[in-house]
């Protein structure tokens, strides 16, 4: 019985693969969490996704816009 992870699922995955790699192979981690290894290792390279970091970029612009028009 398999389920499809959603994309929120797995930088909690390859955190949880990083924090255990020493217990276990990534080579086997991977399969059995059901994510690839090319995506662990291209996430070890650069954690935080562009996508994320413009996120974060934007929400900080909302905020201050939000703290300069004092709460409207």
């Not at 996430?43 to 994320?52: E, G, I, Q």
Request: with cysteine; charged share 20%; proline share 4%.
């Amino acid at each position: 019985m398999s389920t499809r992870l959603s994309a929120g699922h797995v930088p909690a995955i390859y955190e949880f693969i990083k924090a255990h790699q020493h217990q276990f192979s990534v080579e086997i981690m991977c399969p059995l969490l059901e994510v690839t290894r090319s995506g662990y290792y291209k996430w070890l390279k650069n954690p935080v996704s562009k996508r994320a970091q413009e996120d974060a970029r934007l929400l900080r612009l909302i905020r201050a816009s939000f703290v300069a028009s004092q709460g409207v």
